[in-house]
């Protein structure tokens, strides 16, 4: 689940590791004074103690889970609420491939969050299976391990409105012109809070990060493992954070890539209007790129030709959607990927020049809904409802519709390029029908072991502040910037001055004496692609709303 502008109108069975029992049902550790002594500690000491005991019965998964062998597939039991250990419990799926090395190389799970919220992690031992070069010194001492969070996908599932409906298009153009564009935006916004409300009003309330971060430690002890070894890239570096809050002494290594603000102020209001900007310039990045490549592309040999075209294009699309699918909102929903990925550049100026010169089918392809995708539609719908679920009833929000519309005004004059989409996405917080919540203090912890943190300077997603804020936070941590880079994820990227560095601290818990600043990654080169490759590409990116 990317960012979209869609609600705006918007093998191995290591079975006795796994029911060691005892030593790996770990005491809820206390790092946040909300945490220590409460209900919910004690639920998940619990919880974390039957999963120890029970482990994780790894099968084949399903047929269609695309997921193919030798990745393993299993379940958790979870509370639904922690408070209540004893009451309903619901299943987070988790799936795995085992270490390339030796019994004496393996050093346990690599658990993974991609991001969201919202995003499943189940592609992640895939890059074991893919034989992926970035990650193979690492796949020799860890089985990858991913997860879909609670209500993501197959781990309960929540829903907000009809998965057909959400994907229909064209939705009004995000820019409002007059105030009862707002008005409408306004009511849609409330239509589809009280769609969560109506269709998932059960699970609703335990939709937070405590409660994701509370199943992550029931996983790791599910696994067997005393200590947690975790990946967390986008909103997965929130999940850490708060981890590495509450559970500090069930950490072993953890690397946290491209870095949510964890600072409670920034949650998740503030995060959303520092994001528009950010991606505006990484969006005239992208602009210089296009038209440094001209000759390839022939969209505008300068940036402000490029962002001219880029208006002429939203305005006939307003105008007259393009094969009566492609509006403003759409055309947002599809371009927002190259400022999110350095490795959507070409595959999104050559739909777009393919559009220039006359053919419209990659863009109404890679823009346009797929109907006939019900799977597709159905994972969409269930991340954007996931992700609302989770930042609304992680903090309380601006209710008053003066505050959204007086900061998204300002913000949109310096920042048009996503402002609005992101406003009427966040726009249900402002009616949410359920007790929204106080977010954690993040804060180092008794036991909490160095963490690394990755960066790049000019990440539109989340802005460079971000991983410096939690770097003053998780003391002792260590901080890598890519300097001149803004790729979204980091680790995903060859940068041997990131990727080795990445290797020395899974496999030897190394970090640098100092902080480290990298030169950034190589440039995007211009090439020919498809649309089926812009596509999967797109759908492929391991980062997601955050």
């Known amino acids: 689940m990317r960012r979209t502008a869609a609600l705006g109108a918007a093998g191995t069975l290591v079975t006795g590791a796994l029911l060691a029992g005892a030593i790996s049902a770990t005491p809820a550790s206390a790092g946040d004074k909300h945490q220590r002594g409460s209900a919910e500690a004690r639920g998940v000491a619990i919880a974390a103690a039957r999963a120890a005991k029970k482990g994780i019965n790894w099968q084949a998964c399903p047929a269609d889970w695309g997921l193919k062998p030798p990745i393993q597939c299993g379940y958790v039991t979870v509370p639904l609420d922690y408070a209540r250990p004893n009451g309903r419990t619901i299943k987070v799926a988790v799936d795995r491939a085992v270490s390339t090395g030796s019994k004496k190389e393996r050093q346990g799970a690599l658990v993974y969050n991609p991001g969201g919220p919202g995003g499943s992690g189940m592609k992640f031992p895939a890059r074991i299976t893919s034989k992926s070069a970035l990650w193979a010194k690492t796949a020799k001492a860890y089985d990858f391990v991913g997860f879909d969070p609670r209500g993501v996908g197959h781990s309960a599932p929540i829903s907000c409105m009809d998965p057909q409906e959400f994907v229909k298009a064209p939705k009004a153009d995000p820019v409002p012109g007059s105030e009862a564009d707002k008005r409408a935006q306004r009511k849609l916004a409330k239509e589809y809070a009280d769609g969560c409300a109506e269709r998932s009003g059960g699970l609703l309330p335990y939709m937070t990060t405590k409660n994701t971060v509370r199943d992550l430690d029931v996983i790791r ?11 967390g890239v986008s909103y997965g570096t929130y999940l850490g954070a708060v981890y590495g809050t509450l559970f500090p002494g069930h950490v072993r290594r953890m690397l946290v890539d491209s870095v ?3 600072a409670r102020k920034n949650i998740w209001y503030q995060a959303n209007l520092d994001q528009d900007v950010a991606f505006e310039t990484r969006w005239g990045d992208w602009k210089k790129w296009v038209a440094k490549n001209d000759a ?7 940036p402000e030709k490029v962002q001219a075209a880029w208006e002429k294009l939203r305005a006939t699309a307003k105008k007259n959607p393009i094969s009566g699918v492609v509006g403003p909102a759409e055309l947002t929903g599809f371009f927002q990927n190259a400022p999110y990925y350095d490795s959507m550049w070409a595959p999104v100026a050559e739909v777009w020049s393919a559009y220039v010169s006359g053919n419209t089918k990659p863009l109404v392809e890679n823009a346009g809904p797929n109907l006939l995708d019900l799977a597709g539609n159905k994972s ?16 309380k929000w601006p209710t008053s519709w003066q505050k959204w519309d007086r900061d998204n005004t300002r913000i949109h004059r310096q920042a ?4 609005w989409s992101n406003a009427w996405m966040n726009l249900p917080c402002a009616s949410w029908p359920v007790k929204q919540q106080r977010p954690v203090e993040v804060r180092t912890g008794k036991g909490l072991p160095s963490v690394l943190i990755v960066q790049s300077t000019r990440d539109a997603a989340t802005p460079y502040d971000g991983a410096v804020e939690l770097h003053r936070r998780f003391k002792g941590s260590r901080l890598i910037t890519e300097r001149d880079a803004g790729s979204h994820g980091v680790t995903g990227q060859v940068n041997p001055c990131i990727n080795d560095r990445v290797d020395a601290y899974f496999l030897e818990g190394k970090t640098d004496a100092k902080d480290v600043t990298c030169a950034p990654h190589a440039t995007p080169q211009p090439g020919k692609s498809t649309a089926k490759a812009a596509a999967k590409g797109a759908s492929d990116l391991p980062g997601v709303a955050w």
């Open 296 to 302: 390839t592309y022939h969209i505008g040999d300068t």
């Open 260 to 262: 949510v603000n964890p």
């Open 221 to 231: 002890a599910g696994l067997g493992e005393k200590k947690l070894n975790y990946l």
């Open 380 to 395: 969409a719908e269930n991340g954007n409802a996931v992700y609302t679920a989770v930042e609304c009833n992680d903090t």
């Open 416 to 419: 048009p390029f996503m402002t």
